[in-house]
Every structure is written in structure tokens, then in C-alpha cells.
């Protein structure tokens, strides 16, 4: 338990997954991207019924307006009064690699800038998402980002950054480390599917259809690679020896995406699979120093853990959902989102956060961005704090008989937005292993082992409902038959109130 009593209490901001589309037009097709293709050439099928709204529409990217307020609703709701905040990555559109480079980074400027011009204190500390700006060599890239970050990140910082795109910061006042990692390095590619986005006529800004993304890394970037594992490993040495304690920062998390359920390979794993053995088992090795691990990516509201050997739980990863509404790929989108976290400056533990959102329907309407609290962490959930365990003892109630837990669970995964399709059955597996299971294989064999019972209780419960219902109809023919019998005799006070008696039993069976 954290000694709440003596903690120097401080804050923190966790945005991410901004996806800026600087061709989103409120005149747009929400089925084409939100654009407006009135190029020569463009597609002559008519646009959807339905037009963008001001802030944001649930199929597309997010327009500048949504961005804005996402940054000026953390500056009033905790501007001033705030130690640091942690951009993990993906600023692009996900449509932003047929831009030329110079067009993206003046998208990514313009985001710095923004931030920059909100929070007084220069305590911005980004990582690069897999979206974030495309080149031919990586290496020049991470130097014009580099150059755009550098008053946010001091002079080693920034020399490992330039190399391969992370860093490491220690907090002056407190033995607290921000290690932001470079997670391009650990991805696995996925082979690209046929997308609607191809048959467009890209706009003027785009000289091509978009270009598909490599399986392989060249041969400059797998040496990069291999040197962030040897420079991560050497600066958690440290900071263990030095008695620090530390927050690792990514874009992408390990595991699995939990709201994949199509076959393995197909979009749901994320590392490739020596990088997330690899990854775990740097946690595991130095799991007493590190105090949190943050990573977006996945646009949903959702956390893992990881496990000792002896399946003791012993470290937690936060992941924060999204400020864009969509979720490409799955048809799963989400309602805008920021996080602020409550911390103690002294030892880095974390001892709560609030989840703050915007009911983009609702801010499209009253054309005014009116973000809210969405929860309290350990309120919401019924937590003591915020620990490996306690998070554990959680995610162990979604395999109980009280489905509300992870009700409450799903109703915070996509952020308060309102799908047709319910989580049940091996929608809720999935979710469940997603979040204890992060080695892949274990993941798989969990998926085998709870299938049976889990199915086994939905079954159950589908069972009870079906003789709910069924026992519902015969009441009702019984009461029909009743009243069609007596209809036919006399109509006398005695029947009558015969009638009401055999009512009122059948009413009580």
C-alpha cells in the first residue's frame, strides 16, 4: 500500500494517437475518409448521407479542430500545476505516408508548436510512433526530430535519440527515470490487406496510392534495433544500482491487441515474437525498479501485466486509449480520450489517474468540444492502489459469475462508445488473456484452456434466459386458454372471481 499520507503528490498528462488529417473537410465523405475528392478524376459515387461533424466523425482521422481542444482542455483542466506529459506517438493520419516528408513534418510541427505554446514548463518528453514520418533513412529522420524536439530534451538525450529515436531522462527532483523507447524497432509488420483507400484519386498533396510497408528491416535499422536492447538494458542496471526508479514509455505495448479476434498474424500481435520474449523478460529481470510502463498504439482503454516465473504477478502496463475516434482495421472506434495521473514525485508510484473524454456526437451537435471526466481509476474499479497485484486480483473477476466488473470494463475499452455487438463468450477471452497472457504462447494456450468453461457458462446463462422466457409463454397460453373457457360460460360474480383466483396463481408461479 502507498503511503499516500507522505507522498509529494504531482501530476502528469498521458495524450496519444492524435492522427492529425489535414484534409479532413466537414464537406467530406465520412466513407472516404472525410475528404472532399473534387480533383479530375476523383470517384463520381455519390457521398454518404451522413456529413463530418466539427470535431471528429467515428470512420476518419482527426481534423485540427479535435487536436486543439484535446490540448487546451489539459492546459485548463492542469496547465500549470503539472511535472510533465507523455506523447506516445503516432501524430501522422493514418493515411499520411504518400505525403511528401516535408509535409510531415510540417504536421508535426505544428503539433509541437501547440503543445509547446500550452504547457509553460518544458517537460514534453515524446516517442516516435509507427506512423510518425516516413524516410528512406531512418537515421536523418530521428535528426529533424531531433531537431524539432530538442528543448524538450536535454543534451544525452537528445544524442540517442538522433541515433535511433530513444532516450532516457532522469527527474531532477526525484530519483524518478522517463525511458522512451523506440517500439518500431520491435513491430511485426503485418502483410498489408487490400484497402477501400486504394481505389481513391488521392488529392493534390499526395503524389501516389500508399505505398506498403516493408515486412523486414534493412540491415542500418536491425543494428539500431539491436542497440536500444544493449542501451536499455545497461540504463535499467543503473538506475537498479542507483536505487532510481523508473517509467519505460512506448508506443507500442507487447502482447496482443485486445480486440483483434480474427486468426494469428492477421493484425493481433504486435512485437514479433523474439522481440515480446524479449521484452518481457527485461521487465521480469528488472520488474523491482520499474514502477510503470505507458504505451498507446492500440486506441483502446486497457491495461496487461506480466508475471514472474512462478506466475507471481509483479509488474503493470497502462495503456491509454485514443484522442482520434477511429480504430483502423476492426470497425471499433472510440470517443476521444486524455488521461491525467496522480503521483507521488518522490518514488514515482502511481496513485491514480482520471480518465477524462469527449462524447464526440454530442460535441458535434453543440458544435463546442465538452470534455469530461469519464472515471476515477480506483473508483471505478474498486482498487485499494494501484499495483501488479491489485490490477491481477481485477482482471481475475472477469472469469467470476458477477459479469458487471467486466461490464464496467468494456464500457471504459472503447470509451463510452456504443456498438451494436455485445463482448461475450470469446469476445471476453480474448480480453481476459490479452491482459494476463503477453507471451504469445501462453496467450494461445489460454485461449484453449478457458475456451470450454467459459463457453460452458455463457451456454449456461443462455440456457436460463431460454427457460425464462419459455416458462413466460406458457404462462401466458394458460392464461389465454383461461380466458377463452370462461368467456364461454356464465357471466356470474362466482366466475369472475374463480377467473381472478386462477389469475393471480398463475401470476405467482
Known sequence: MPDVANARIGYFWHISDLHLDTLYSTQGDVYRSCWQLSRPGASTAPQSMESPGPFGNYNCDSPWSLVE?????MKAKQGDNVEFVLWTGDALSHSAQPLSEQKQHEILRNITELLGRSFSAPFIFPVLGHEDGSSSNSQQKYKQMGELWRH?????????FEQGGYYSIEQTKSRLRIVALNTNFMRFDHEPEPRMSHSLRWPNEYYGEPKASSSTMSAQDQLLAEQQWLWLDEVLSKAKQKQETVYIVGHMPPGVDERQLGPQHSGQLIFTERNNKRYLDTVRKYASVIQGQFFGHLHS?????????????????????????????????????????????????????????????LANRAHEPLWQPEYNLTHYYGLADISAIAM????????????????????ANAVRFQSNAACQGLCMLNHYCAITRLDYDEFRLCLESEQLPLQGHAAGTLMLSSSCALASLLLLLAFSFLSCCCREQTSTSTSRANLVMSSSHLANL
Open 392 to 411: 491481477h486480483n481485477f482482471a481475475e473477476r472477469f472469469t467470476g459469475k458477477d459479469a458487471s466488473w467486466f461490464t464496467r470494463y468494456q464500457r
Open 301 to 361: 482503454d486497457t491495461f496487461r501485466l506480466i508475471y514472474d516465473e512462478q506466475g507471481t504477478p509483479i509488474s503493470w502496463l497502462m495503456i491509454a486509449p485514443s484522442v482520434v475516434p477511429r480504430k483502423e482495421g476492426i470497425g471499433g472506434s472510440n470517443n476521444p480520450a486524455l488521461r491525467l495521473y496522480k503521483f507521488d514525485t518522490g518514488s514515482g508510484q502511481v496513485l491514480d489517474y482520471t480518465q477524462y473524454w469527449l462524447d464526440l456526437p
Open 69 to 73: 481542444s484535446a490540448v487546451k482542455t
Open 152 to 160: 524538450w530534451l536535454p543534451t544525452e538525450a537528445l544524442n540517442t
